[in-house]
């Protein structure tokens, strides 16, 4: 997979096709600039290592596997890596399925979808993507 640089970053920022679905996904209805999922399965790519910086050499699908919900009600997605394991949080979008946002924040909380042992850098990693945003 073609390494994007950091010079690119921003030139066609949020317009991608979805790896996961083959959606085709654009900046519009986002309501933000900082759309990095796909709108119809929620699926993202591991570009990042910190937020918007496209560092990470993996390319892995992420999947979203929970809402987190923040001071204020604004929702934000949990996503996991399904080639190395990362996570990252991102805010939902505008245009994200609501069926599908619904449905991962239904999940029982008797079973969490992320390893429990891994809270905490979740948490961490939420209050980080917070103060960046
Ligand atoms: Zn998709
Ligand atoms: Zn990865």
Avoid: Q, Y
């Avoid at 600039?33 to 050499?57: I, Q, W």
């Amino acid at each position: 997979m073609k390494k994007i640089g950091p010079n690119e970053r921003g030139s066609k920022e949020g317009t991608f096709t979805c790896r996961a679905c083959g959606f085709t996904v654009t900046p519009e209805g986002a309501g933000t600039r900082h759309r990095n999922h796909c709108p119809r399965c929620l699926c993202s790519l591991h570009l990042d290592v910190e937020p918007g910086d496209r560092a990470a050499d993996c390319g892995g699908t992420m999947e979203p596997i929970a809402v987190w919900v923040r001071r204020g009600g604004e929702w934000a997605l949990i996503h996991r890596c399904r080639v190395c394991g990362a996570l990252s949080a991102n805010r939902i979008a505008a245009d994200d399925d609501p069926v599908k946002l619904l449905g991962l924040a239904l999940r029982p909380v008797a079973s969490p979808p992320f390893p429990v042992e891994r809270i905490e850098e979740l948490s961490r990693l939420l209050d980080k993507e917070w103060r960046n945003g």
